[in-house]
């Protein structure tokens, strides 16, 4: 009997557990993985402020009432820094930065039902006027959180721990949407649909990349980045309502199975 071929399914998470984490979860759902990271992380260096270059990494602020953390990325760096948070109420964006605190062995008062920048505004709205909020995350952050909070009342600082670049490697996964190989993708951000066409562009498909991810299933991790993707030709396919990776990918598969198994 002849074995049906696997869905394809690409995944642009960074190169670290996160990418190993999401091979093992779309092969257990019986597809094969595309892994091709579109982010590495650059740690951002601490300005020499006051000319004895020794002021140290980048820290989130101490002197905060509230303290944002966005990314499981995020807390592992001002871990490394040493960063104490002092008396601040400490809030994490979703379930997987939560952890990473628990686990760099700090407290988390505060997570939003909704996971995401306008749920973490929603839910401190009625609770930082006057008060100072202090947003660590990366260059690419949202401004839907920091306009948010100061359309709350808050005196919003924002501190970028690190920045997001493209790995000069990736892009297989575009080459293969551009010949029709590519079954599904899972954009788990903005930054990673602008880094794909970036990498399809560099490599000269482009234009076709995105007409093979129209024949394909794509998944966004949320609004935003169904946006991102819709205003650059893309049609998506799927939303999960939470905005979790094993969702996505779910989801993404099994919307894809039947088209490919026609």
Known sequence: MREEPRLRVAAFRPDDERLNDAVELIESLGADPV????????PAAAGDIDGDGDDGPVTPRTDADYVVLTSKTGVE??????????????????????E????????????????????????????VAG?????????????????????????????????????PESGESAELAASGDLDAALFTS????????????????R???????????????????????ENAGISVDVVPDQADFEALACEAVEAAAPTHYE
């Open 35 to 42: 892994p091709d990271p579109m982010l590495a992380v650059e």
């Open 77 to 98: 760096l001002a871990a490394e820094a040493g960063w104490d948070p002092g008396e601040a109420t400490v809030c994490a964006i979703g379930q997987s930065t939560a």
């Open 100 to 127: 990473a605190l628990h686990e760099a062995g700090y407290g988390v008062d505060i997570i939003p039902a909704e996971y995401s920048s306008t749920g973490l505004v929603e839910t401190l709205a009625g609770a």
């Open 131 to 167: 008060a100072r909020v202090e947003v660590a995350r990366s260059d690419h952050g949202s401004a839907v959180l920091t306009d948010g909070l100061e359309a709350a009342g808050a005196y919003v600082h924002e501190t970028v721990l690190y920045r997001l670049i493209r790995p």
């Open 190 to 205: 903005s930054l990673t649909v602008e880094h794909f066409l970036d990498a399809a562009a560099d490599r000269g498909v």
């Open 207 to 229: 234009e076709a990349a995105i007409d093979g991810l129209n024949e394909a299933t794509v998944g966004a991790i949320g609004e935003p980045t169904r946006e991102t993707a």
